[in-house]
């Protein structure tokens, strides 16, 4: 079978080809995995790999509490999503503790 014009990021089952015997071989990123590619995989789809790209992390978000602990986030966007069984894309949020300390937290009864 071949993956001429055929590649597919991901798994998907319906990225199949024509193989010996009366197998079906996969064109989908899945089938280095599963080890059921067809025998152009890696030269044709690989070569047209392209990975996730993210853009710069945003600013911290003020703390969820304004008194004791609490926890900041902050994420970023992707700027050029992956494709053709490129590298997926890494972490878009990130999550970190503080103690927020607004000057009413002590006055409270």
């Not at 080809?17 to 990123?29: E, F, H, I, W």
């Not at 080890?35 to 993210?54: E, I, P, S």
């Not at 992707?78 to 053709?84: A, D, I, L």
Request: proline share 10%; aromatic share 6%; net charge positive.
């Amino acid at each position: 079978g071949s993956c001429r014009h055929r590649c597919c990021p991901g798994r998907n089952n319906a990225c199949w080809a024509p193989g010996a015997r009366p197998a079906r071989c996969y064109c989908d990123s899945y089938c280095q995995r599963s080890g059921d590619c067809c025998q152009d995989y890696l030269g044709t789809c690989r070569r047209a790999a392209v990975g996730c790209a993210v853009g710069p992390w945003g600013p911290w978000s003020g703390c969820s509490s304004p008194c004791g602990a609490g926890s900041r986030a902050r994420s970023r966007q992707v700027t050029v999503p992956p494709r053709h069984g490129g590298d997926p894309c890494p972490d878009l949020k990130q999550r970190r503790g503080c103690l927020g300390q607004h000057p009413t937290c002590g006055t409270a009864k």
